[in-house]
């Protein structure tokens, strides 16, 4: 599955499949018996309201985001299960739901974990019905028979933004997990005598290495010498008290005239819900890193891939520059222009925690401020 490539004149009974889907989703009219032009069209129109890479080709990202679109609440009863979690879009309006009526679900991310269990036996129990921690019939209609309680803003959005004010403006004892990209099939490439495994985890060091003099506990999700998967990364951040993640990549492309920096935050345009935290940290960094260097600015983007939606803290994915554009690569092949992306993601990370009085304008923040100000040691 995780090598799963299908796109236009593929056939089979995956392809079948997800004909079939994208007919239940109202994205495609026709039924034909392989991949044409209409089915990747239609593919990429779902890839782009799901907050998928958009190419028109189904990978094993895709095709488990439209299974999980194809369930509605009300098609089935949904449950905690001890081996594989229930996902789908059943369960992110649930949790949806959940979370209007000030149950605390966390995250919106259609898997119905231990969190969503208890706040489903919490919901019954306020309404009356057996708590047996199972969505099903009669929860269902119970549901369905409730409006929106909450008023003056998302909950989950509340909650999140006041978790992050209560943690204050100080680094000392912030705990921060680093991703460098550990390669991949379309990373990890040499490009212009550059390496993306390499640069991301010297930047990662760099960046380290300034946050544990600040008072930062930092911790690394892979070393120089293993490559553990995306799951394990995701595992790794999960397991620990973390205030935020930060994910370093390095992009490339077929034409080379691609070129310039992007930053990634948890957001989905079907449900309706972004992580506040991870935007506003996704602004910051992308401003910051284009006001100290020359890299084209390509903006902040909501995205639903795993690493984003699934870690439980905020978190963030830079794509730092293109390795198949010469301009880019020499940028990072440079020691001194790592060490600017260093200082620029400290500022950020800081820029995060500080009230908006205490800010600065983006690019005129340095340490030295910070420590004169008496947030620094």
């Given at each position: 599955?995780?090598?799963?490539s299908?796109?236009?004149?593929?056939?089979?009974?995956?392809?079948?499949?997800?004909?079939?889907?994208?007919?239940?989703?109202?994205?495609?009219?026709?039924?034909?018996?392989?991949?044409?032009?209409?089915?990747?069209?239609?593919v990429?129109?779902?890839?782009?309201?799901?907050?998928?890479?958009?190419?028109?080709?189904?990978n094993?990202?895709?095709?488990?985001?439209?299974?999980?679109?194809?369930?509605?609440?009300?098609?089935?009863?949904?449950?905690?299960?001890?081996?594989?979690?229930?996902?789908?879009d059943?369960?992110?309006?649930?949790?949806?739901?959940?979370t209007?009526?000030?149950f605390?679900?966390?995250?919106?991310?259609?898997?119905?974990?231990?969190?969503?269990?208890?706040?489903?036996?919490?919901?019954?129990?306020?309404?009356?019905?057996?708590?047996?921690?199972?969505?099903?019939p009669?929860?269902?209609t119970?549901?369905?028979?409730?409006?929106?309680?909450?008023?003056?803003?998302?909950?989950?959005?509340?909650?999140e933004?006041?978790?992050?004010?209560?943690?204050?403006?100080?680094?000392a004892?912030?705990?921060?997990?680093?991703?460098?990209?550990?390669?991949?099939?379309?990373?990890?490439?040499?490009?212009?005598?550059?390496?993306?495994?390499e640069?991301?985890y010297?930047?990662?060091?760099?960046?380290?290495?300034?946050?544990?003099?600040?008072?930062?506990?930092?911790?690394?999700?892979?070393?120089?010498?293993?490559?553990?998967?995306?799951?394990?990364?995701?595992?790794?951040?999960?397991?620990?008290?973390?205030?935020?993640?930060?994910s370093?990549h390095?992009?490339r492309?077929?034409n080379?005239?691609?070129?310039?920096?992007?930053?990634?935050?948890?957001?989905?345009?079907?449900?309706?819900?972004?992580?506040?935290?991870?935007?506003?940290?996704a602004?910051?960094?992308?401003?910051?890193?284009?006001a100290?260097?020359?890299?084209l600015n390509?903006r902040?983007?909501?995205?639903?891939?795993?690493?984003?939606?699934?870690?439980?803290?905020?978190?963030?994915?830079i794509?730092?520059?293109?390795?198949?554009?010469?301009?880019?690569?020499?940028?990072?092949?440079?020691?001194?222009?790592?060490?600017?992306i260093?200082e620029s993601?400290?500022?950020?990370i800081?820029?995060?925690?500080?009230?908006?009085?205490?800010?600065?304008?983006?690019?005129?923040?340095?340490?030295?401020?910070?420590r004169?100000?008496?947030i620094?040691?």
């Amino acid at each position: 599955m995780e090598d799963l490539s299908i796109g236009k004149g593929d056939g089979g009974d995956v392809a079948i499949q997800i004909i079939d889907i994208l007919n239940r989703l109202g994205l495609l009219t026709t039924q034909p018996i392989s991949i044409d032009e209409s089915v990747e069209n239609a593919v990429r129109a779902f890839q782009q309201s799901r907050g998928l890479t958009v190419n028109g080709v189904v990978n094993s990202v895709t095709l488990r985001a439209l299974e999980e679109a194809r369930w509605k609440l009300g098609d089935r009863s949904l449950y905690l299960q001890s081996a594989l979690l229930m996902r789908g879009d059943d369960v992110a309006t649930l949790q949806g739901r959940l979370t209007d009526m000030g149950f605390n679900c966390g995250r919106v991310d259609g898997v119905f974990g231990p969190r969503t269990e208890s706040s489903v036996r919490e919901f019954q129990q306020s309404v009356g019905v057996m708590v047996d921690g199972k969505c099903g019939p009669a929860t269902i209609t119970a549901l369905i028979r409730l409006t929106r309680t909450v008023s003056g803003g998302t909950p989950s959005i509340l909650r999140e933004s006041a978790m992050q004010k209560n943690r204050g403006p100080a680094l000392a004892n912030k705990v921060i997990v680093l991703d460098p990209s550990c390669g991949g099939a379309n990373h990890g490439i040499c490009a212009h005598n550059v390496e993306e495994s390499e640069i991301v985890y010297d930047i990662a060091q760099r960046l380290e290495g300034r946050l544990l003099a600040l008072g930062v506990s930092v911790f690394l999700t892979r070393g120089v010498n293993n490559s553990p998967s995306e799951a394990e990364r995701i595992a790794f951040a999960n397991e620990t008290n973390v205030d935020l993640i930060v994910s370093f990549h390095a992009d490339r492309y077929v034409n080379e005239n691609a070129h310039g920096v992007a930053t990634y935050f948890y957001g989905s345009q079907a449900h309706g819900i972004h992580s506040v935290v991870g935007e506003r940290f996704a602004s910051l960094v992308q401003r910051e890193i284009c006001a100290r260097t020359d890299l084209l600015n390509c903006r902040t983007h909501a995205k639903t891939w795993d690493l984003l939606r699934l870690t439980k803290a905020p978190t963030v994915q830079i794509d730092l520059g293109y390795l198949t554009n010469p301009g880019d690569a020499q940028r990072l092949g440079r020691p001194d222009f790592r060490d600017v992306i260093a200082e620029s993601l400290v500022i950020a990370i800081q820029r995060l925690y500080l009230a908006s009085e205490d800010d600065a304008k983006t690019g005129t923040l340095r340490i030295a401020d910070l420590r004169k100000a008496g947030i620094r040691r």
